[in-house]
């Protein structure tokens, strides 16, 4: 796809600015510049979000939209966890990141994609790769469906935006329309992993499908990228939701039904106790507060404020862990304290004031050490809790 020229001109320079280089095409005539910074871009996106391919010399890179929607390594590897078997398709196969980390745990394998330039970018990729049991498949996902043989897995990225290029999120807006085609998928496979928009309400998901098994909700870092929904023979009345946070160096999850948490009574706290406990980003998504506060031993400081607080500390709690220095209301006294700080990190939880209010009302700039959390306890007070992060999560 690349002439000898391009190669050797993407191998000199493709840690410099892709901006730059593009403004150069007529230094070097032989050489496809477009599609040299193409390539660029895409390693520079690469070397973060996909180390992997990125150590590995050859590998084509698409258009920048396509590396922009792509899963990240870390992503791709936690769905090829989920999957085993002798084959899987792959519906809205795209770069092939999903489909190539998820390929190495079936016989065989189907990359299905409709852009004619990804299947063959695909299907160079996966060559250099030694995936050999993929057969890439350019055309519609929709009536292809049809002809595979059973499989054991399907995976589907529905295109979350509408024909006028605005984002959608719900099930219904999306193409294609799972809702719509859930019991064909079905009759095709054993097990389908649908992945849809983090922003996705995931009780009116359950509703839209009738055969919901497992949710997952998969954060990076404290960021809530992906949802997932497994479909299967059973009916979603009780799926088991998992939450699961991403770190280089470990998996941080916790797992709940519905009926668990609608079962469970969060003891609720008018103070703010040694330690504030701060829940990770899926978990928030997944709204577990009750069995959460329930498992861990921990008091939520108000129903709407999804903080919580124990004089003991849990280190294993899914999120940030704070040991608290002050805590304090918001008289002349106490705002000349905080003001002595000089800097610190604001959060408002169920507040009536914004972050940019409250530190125009405190006098005091962004960063520092010191954590201040503004929020509503269990009795109505609104209160500020001047915190450090626990020792042991310094570096977290």
Not at 162 to 177: I, M, T
Not at 312 to 323: A, D, K, S, V
Request: charged share 30%; net charge negative.
């Amino acid at each position: 796809m690349l002439n000898q020229e391009t190669k050797e001109f993407i191998t000199a320079h493709r840690n410099e600015d892709p901006r730059t280089l593009a403004l150069q095409a007529k230094r070097y005539p032989a050489v496809d510049m477009r599609e040299a910074v193409t390539q660029i871009e895409g390693w520079q996106a690469a070397r973060e979000k996909l180390p992997g391919w990125a150590a590995a010399e050859g590998i084509i890179y698409p258009p920048k939209i396509s590396m922009e929607q792509c899963s990240s390594e870390a992503t791709a590897l936690y769905k090829a966890g989920l999957v085993q078997g002798e084959r899987i398709a792959d519906l809205t196969g795209g770069f092939g990141i999903d489909c190539s980390y998820m390929a190495r745990r079936f016989s065989e394998a189907t990359y299905i994609e409709r852009n004619e330039r990804l299947c063959n970018i695909a299907k160079e990729n996966f060559a250099l790769l030694g995936l050999e049991q993929i057969n890439v498949i350019n055309g519609n996902s929709e009536e292809i469906l049809h002809t595979l043989p059973a499989q054991d897995w399907i995976f589907i990225d529905p295109a979350r935006r509408d024909g006028e290029g605005r984002k959608v999120v719900a099930l219904s807006d999306c193409e294609p329309d799972i809702t719509m085609l859930e019991k064909e998928l079905l009759k095709r496979s054993r097990k389908v992993m649908v992945k849809c928009s983090p922003m996705l309400d995931i009780a009116a998901a359950t509703r839209e499908l009738g055969n919901v098994e497992e949710i997952h909700v998969v954060a990076v870092n404290n960021e809530c990228k992906e949802l997932l929904i497994i479909l299967g023979e059973k009916r979603g009345d009780n799926a088991t939701v998992h939450c699961t946070d991403l770190h280089k160096e470990k998996a941080i999850s916790f797992a709940f039904t519905r009926a668990e948490e609608q079962e469970c009574k969060a003891e609720l706290s008018n103070v703010i106790g040694r330690f504030l406990y701060e829940p990770n980003a899926a978990i928030q998504k997944a709204g577990c507060y009750r069995s959460l506060a329930a498992r861990t031993g921990t008091s939520k400081l108000h129903p709407n404020s999804q903080l919580y607080t124990a004089d003991t500390l849990i280190e294993e709690f899914p999120g940030r862990i704070f040991e608290v220095e002050k805590v304090c209301g918001f008289s002349k006294s106490d705002i000349k304290e905080i003001q002595a700080l000089k800097k610190a990190n604001i959060t408002v939880r169920n507040f009536p004031e914004s972050v940019q209010q409250l530190r125009k009302r405190l006098k005091i700039s962004d960063g520092g050490e010191h954590y201040i959390f503004a929020t509503t306890v269990a009795d109505g007070s609104k209160l500020l809790a001047v915190c450090r992060k626990a020792d042991f999560q310094l570096h977290q």
